[in-house]
């Protein structure tokens, strides 16, 4: 799953195990943050990427750009990871990361090599993700951003507050039809299965793998706005095209701004047998 587990999907398990390649590199950036200054040296050597992880991507895999935000991502195998790969690539392996399988240390590693170097490339400071109470990613106050992976890929995207008010990005392998019809009950909503036994059963593994996809991304956007869990029968999918494109409904009450019948919209794009879905919050 994502960045972080959601309260959605505790129960539920769509990923598989992972793949990919390792690489390594070396620059110089400048702190330019005031907000920041004093937390950290002006000047920082990037580390190299940890030997499980391939040299990060700027490609956009979504059909609209967010003005104003940076996504990276990159491609890591869990076969590859190093015993030094946390101390190489100067990340710190919290005490659960540092307990768990190979897997979940080589996703977490590379989730956070991209939200570092995407919020380097935001405001030239070099800073961690830590792992927050509620398992969230905790970044900077004045930033948004959110943290996903899948089998062999991860990605990070973040933004100042100034322009976005929460982002939140889950990645997903597409589920197999089997799979799909066996799972949507707990993820689609009784009108949302309506929708679907109405549609093409040619898109209905597609159709689950898009929904719990983009409540997730939902959770991650809205989360840290109300500061309140929500479950997938909390939203539900209006509308979505082969484009891309998709409309949420909240189905109960958040915050007083956020209410029952608030609708958002989301993107999505399909590659390589995943699916990456984006809800973006504007400031």
């Known amino acids: 799953m994502g960045g972080h587990e959601s309260v959605l999907s505790e129960n539920l398990q769509l990923t598989t195990p992972d793949l990919i390649v390792p690489t390594l590199g070396v620059g110089t950036i400048i702190s330019t943050s005031p907000r920041l200054i004093g937390k950290m040296p002006a000047m920082h050597t990037i580390p190299a990427l940890p030997a499980c992880c391939t040299a990060l991507e700027s490609h956009w895999?979504?059909?609209?750009?967010?003005?104003?935000?940076?996504?990276?991502?990159?491609?890591?195998?869990?076969?590859?990871?190093?015993?030094?790969?946390?101390?190489?690539?100067?990340?710190?392996?919290?005490?659960?990361?540092?307990?768990?399988?190979?897997?979940?240390?080589?996703?977490?590693?590379?989730?956070?090599?991209?939200?570092?170097?995407?919020?380097?490339?935001?405001?030239?400071?070099?800073?961690?993700?830590?792992?927050?109470?509620?398992?969230?990613?905790?970044?900077?106050?004045?930033?948004?951003?959110?943290?996903?992976?899948?089998?062999?890929?991860?990605?990070?995207?973040?933004?100042?507050?100034?322009?976005?008010?929460?982002?939140?990005?889950?990645?997903?392998?597409?589920?197999?039809?089997?799979?799909?019809?066996?799972?949507?009950?707990?993820?689609?909503t009784p009108a949302e299965l309506q929708r679907m036994a109405a549609g093409s059963q040619d898109q209905l593994a597609l159709l689950v793998t898009l929904t719990f996809s983009v409540k997730e991304s939902l959770f991650k956007a809205l989360y840290p706005i109300v500061q309140q869990r929500f479950y997938f029968e909390h939203a539900e999918v209006l509308e979505w095209t082969e484009a891309g494109r998709v409309k949420l409904r909240l189905l109960t009450d958040l915050s007083s701004e956020w209410r029952n019948g608030s609708e958002l919209e989301a993107q999505f794009g399909v590659q390589d047998g995943q699916l990456l879905s984006l809800v973006s919050i504007q400031a």
């Open 61 to 188: 895999p979504l059909p609209t750009v967010l003005a104003d935000t940076v996504l990276l991502s990159t491609q890591f195998d869990p076969a590859q990871l190093l015993a030094d790969d946390f101390q190489r690539s100067a990340v710190p392996a919290p005490p659960s990361i540092q307990r768990s399988v190979a897997k979940r240390q080589a996703e977490f590693l590379a989730g956070r090599v991209c939200a570092r170097a995407a919020l380097q490339q935001l405001e030239g400071v070099s800073f961690i993700p830590p792992i927050g109470e509620d398992r969230a990613p905790v970044w900077p106050a004045h930033v948004c951003g959110s943290i996903t992976h899948s089998t062999g890929r991860a990605a990070a995207i973040v933004a100042s507050k100034q322009h976005w008010r929460g982002l939140g990005m889950d990645l997903e392998n597409l589920l197999s039809h089997e799979r799909a019809e066996r799972l949507s009950g707990e993820i689609l």
